[in-house]
């Protein structure tokens, strides 16, 4: 499998090689990866495309965790409600 089609900048492939990394790194790393993700792409497939490629070769690793965290994630994130939202409960 081409990871860099998942993993364009390599993050998630990087956190696996550091030595010691902790959960807490590595949730930080995932951020900054689902921060680059391209709008519309199909974000459950590219961290289960990920999960399958690095987790099977390292079940223990923190990242793998976050990563299985991610695709648990059943419910899409919502949008707190902003200026526009308290402009339109005054309405």
Not at 17 to 43: H, K, M, Q, Y
Not at 49 to 68: F, I
Request: proline share 7%; hydrophobic share 35%.
């Amino acid at each position: 499998m081409q990871t860099d089609l998942f993993d364009p900048k390599n993050l998630i492939r990087e956190s696996y090689r550091i030595d010691e990394i902790t959960l807490p790194e590595c949730r930080s790393i995932f951020l900054d990866w689902a921060l680059s993700v391209p709008l519309g792409s199909d974000n459950q497939a590219m961290i289960k495309g990920l999960l399958d490629h690095y987790g099977s070769a390292e079940p223990d690793h923190p990242m793998t965790q976050v990563l299985r965290e991610g695709v648990t994630q059943t419910e899409p994130a919502k949008r707190r409600g902003g200026r526009a939202a308290r402009l339109n409960s005054k309405s």
